[in-house]
């Protein structure tokens, strides 16, 4: 099947990769939450003025809807991502359930510096818990999984696409303190590669087996030379550094995208090909793997 890559490979306006416009909208999910950082703001603005009891108490409710609007957004991003994998656990910590709480609390303390009394600010607390439940929802309370596919298969997914991710999402913050447009872009390209072959191995649990070691230590060796390249390059902008973190990402991407086609046959001999042909190239670049459990 015809693959379309981005980056240099590909002609200008080729459009935008699917999996690049995922991650934009997981990354712009945490947006709706920002104006609740407003509140609080408001909240401690117009205590200034007040004596020192009702000033403390103000700011201390500004405080709690602060931190109810930045757990709102990181609960908003985790739901995000939850909704574009297809295999996926819920968030270990519900988020948006403790910032609908928080902003309860928050808007109680700050209907009790004003004349509304202890009952009335119960109320109003109540309230905006109830409003901001509506608003923004639950956070997700179940697994995602795949019918017909066992749970222990689907659990092991899980666990590697997991550490995938947080791989893949290391490589590109460490990229983007370069502040290098074309290395951010061509370690994108990697990522679309990568998390191609994350979707494919998620829509069939049974291709862990035979990608495992690609998504696992070959992605954890590629963070490895992102790190050192980074490091090097930051100092003295090495042309020579770069021309070879340039080439081992071309190896690496042709090489997932090519195990990525061939996932439906089975063919452990071209893997083991594969997978020799990465271990050279990491170790080239001085990353040395561990190959606990070959």
């Not at 298969?153 to 370069?178: F, N, P």
């Not at 550094?241 to 990402?249: D, G």
Request: net charge positive; charged share 25%; glycine share 8%.
């Amino acid at each position: 099947m015809a693959q379309r890559f981005g980056g240099k490979f590909s002609p200008a306006g080729a459009g935008v990769k699917p999996t690049a416009a995922e991650e934009r909208a997981v990354n712009a999910a945490g947006r709706r939450g920002r104006l609740l950082y407003l509140p609080g703001l408001v909240l401690a603005l117009t205590s200034l003025g007040s004596g020192p009891a009702t000033l403390l108490t103000a700011l201390f409710g500004a405080a709690v809807l602060t931190m109810a609007a930045w757990i709102l957004q990181e609960g908003l991003v985790a739901e995000a991502a939850y909704n574009a994998r297809k295999v996926a656990r819920r968030p270990a910590v519900p988020r948006k359930m403790i910032a609908s709480a928080l902003t309860g609390i928050g808007a109680a303390i700050a209907a009790y510096t004003g004349d509304s009394g202890t009952v009335g600010s119960l109320l109003y607390g109540v309230a905006a818990l109830g409003l901001h439940v509506v608003t923004f929802g639950i956070d997700p309370l179940s697994d995602k999984r795949i019918a017909g596919v066992d749970t222990f298969q689907q659990d092991r997914v899980a666990r590697v696409v997991d550490e995938a991710e947080v791989h893949l999402q290391t490589m590109k913050q460490q990229i983007m303190t370069l502040s290098d447009r074309r290395l951010t872009d061509r370690v994108e390209d990697f990522q679309t590669i990568a998390r191609r072959m994350i979707r494919t191995v998620e829509e069939d649990p049974r291709d862990l087996t035979g990608v495992r070691k690609f998504l696992s230590v070959y992605l954890m060796g590629a963070r490895d030379a992102t790190i050192k390249f980074v490091d090097l390059y930051r100092r003295n902008h090495d042309a020579e550094a770069r021309a070879s973190f340039e080439a081992l990402l071309d190896d690496l991407q042709k090489n997932f995208a090519a195990r990525t086609e061939k996932m439906m046959l089975d063919d452990r001999s071209d893997m083991d090909i594969e997978i020799n042909v990465l271990r050279d190239r990491l170790q080239r670049e001085g990353v040395h793997l561990n190959n606990k459990g070959e």
